[in-house]
């Protein structure tokens, strides 16, 4: 599983699962501003830095469903 790094390795700004960001193949994690700025090398293995796949929610977050679900929905 591809691992979602919180923030740029270089400038070290904060990276949400939904915003845009590169990684290299070692999963190296750089904002929009610092790829560009490197020309999308990676400064660590010199491999190309390319757009990162967006998450709307984290894999450890499981989805409520069935029965338990739709108690929740009709029971305050």
Not at 8 to 20: F, I
Not at 35 to 59: A, I
């Amino acid at each position: 599983m591809l691992k979602m790094k919180a923030s740029c390795e270089r400038c070290s700004v904060k990276l949400g699962l939904s915003d845009q960001a590169f990684i290299c193949s070692y999963e190296c994690t750089f904002c929009t501003d610092c790829s560009e700025s490197l020309q999308h090398v990676c400064p660590n293995c010199q491999g190309n830095l390319v757009v990162r796949p967006r998450r709307r929610t984290s894999p450890t977050e499981v989805p409520k469903s069935g029965f338990k679900a739709k108690l929740e929905t009709i029971l305050p």
